[in-house]
């Protein structure tokens, strides 16, 4: 990659617009898989050895744990992908508005909807960054793995601008600072666009400017490790059992290694306005 990090934009609105049309209407496509349809041996070795981490059905899982009664309030899903965490939200008694750049998105969550019973929810095609909603119009902004692929400025002064004084936004996201899952995407770059990399605590802290409080807790330091029982193994099930193993006890283990948190693969941010 000829440009860095710092060089670059998140702003590539274009470029996110067009790799998640065309990753969503692959048929192939699943929900657990890493970067869609796996097209030559090299990338089946790659998605093969990945560290084992949380997914987008466990990612959502714990942060909808983390809001708590959501039962009546008006709630953003902020760039819903293929609706895993609108549908969570929904059947938790929430009043919904999923959005996201991508229509083939957008018409994946609307699908997923479709046998709920509930008519609390709206799905629409609108950039993050420059929604058309009103002023102070959510409860809760919330979104798995959204952020990182957001120009920090203005994210967060548009989620501060759609939520009501008082209100909460609380996502979960890359951390960037873990040697194990850089080393990973440094390999692997053609499962992502350029106008995304995971986020660093001064990138938490510019978009926290936009909040009167910032909260965060790191996690998934310990399940990284499972990349290399799958080095040793070439197994599947053993790479998958041990970060299961290592996820249980990681809570047990910062107790004594707290330090060793900023190397986390994942962390679950909370904004209150």
Same mark, same amino acid.
């Given at each position: 990659?000829?440009?860095?990090?710092?060089?670059? !934009?998140?702003?590539?609105?274009?470029?996110?617009?067009?790799?998640?049309?065309?990753?969503? !209407?692959?048929?192939?496509?699943?929900?657990?898989?890493?970067?869609?349809?796996?097209?030559?041996?090299?990338?089946?070795?790659?998605?093969?050895?990945?560290?084992?981490?949380?997914?987008?059905?466990?990612?959502?899982?714990?942060?909808? !744990?983390?809001?708590?009664?959501?039962?009546?309030k008006k709630v953003c899903d902020l760039g819903c992908g293929t609706g895993v965490l609108t549908e969570k939200l929904v059947k938790r008694?929430?009043?919904?508005?999923?959005?996201?750049?991508?229509?083939?998105?957008?018409?994946?969550t609307k699908e997923r909807l479709e046998k709920l019973p509930s008519s609390k929810v709206l799905v629409s095609r609108m950039n993050a960054c420059a929604t058309s909603?009103?002023?102070?119009?959510?409860?809760?902004?919330?979104?798995?793995?959204?952020?990182?692929?957001?120009?920090?400025?203005? !994210?967060?002064?548009?989620?501060?601008?759609?939520?009501?004084?008082?209100?909460?936004?609380?996502?979960?996201?890359?951390?960037?600072?873990?040697?194990?899952?850089?080393?990973?995407?440094?390999?692997?770059?053609?499962?992502?666009?350029?106008?995304?990399?995971?986020?660093?605590?001064?990138?938490?802290?510019?978009?926290?400017?936009?909040?009167?409080?910032?909260?965060?807790?790191?996690?998934?330091?310990?399940?990284?490790?499972?990349?290399?029982?799958?080095?040793?193994?070439?197994?599947?099930?053993?790479?998958?059992?041990?970060?299961?193993?290592?996820?249980?006890?990681?809570?047990?283990?910062?107790?004594?290694?707290?330090?060793?948190?900023?190397?986390?693969?994942?962390?679950?941010?909370?904004?209150?306005?």
């Open positions: 990659m000829k440009n860095t990090e710092q060089q670059m !934009s998140r702003d590539n609105v274009e470029e996110e617009l067009k790799y998640y049309d065309k990753l969503y !209407s692959d048929e192939s496509y699943s929900d657990k898989q890493i970067g869609g349809k796996k097209k030559n041996w090299f990338n089946r070795l790659l998605a093969d050895m990945a560290p084992t981490i949380p997914n987008v059905w466990e990612c959502s899982d714990r942060l909808v !744990s983390e809001l708590g009664d959501i039962g009546g008694g929430a009043d919904v508005h999923a959005i996201d750049i991508s229509s083939e998105a957008v018409k994946k909603f009103d002023n102070d119009t959510f409860d809760i902004v919330t979104g798995t793995y959204i952020l990182h692929h957001m120009d920090i400025t203005k !994210s967060g002064k548009e989620i501060s601008r759609i939520l009501k004084p008082g209100g909460r936004a609380v996502f979960t996201e890359p951390l960037a600072h873990n040697p194990i899952s850089n080393l990973w995407r440094k390999l692997s770059p053609q499962i992502r666009t350029q106008n995304e990399w995971p986020l660093r605590y001064k990138e938490v802290r510019e978009i926290g400017k936009n909040f009167s409080l910032t909260k965060y807790d790191e996690f998934d330091f310990l399940p990284l490790f499972s990349a290399i029982v799958y080095l040793v193994t070439f197994n599947q099930n053993a790479k998958a059992r041990s970060a299961e193993y290592l996820a249980r006890i990681e809570p047990s283990f910062f107790k004594v290694f707290a330090p060793l948190k900023r190397f986390s693969g994942e962390i679950l941010i909370e904004f209150i306005k």
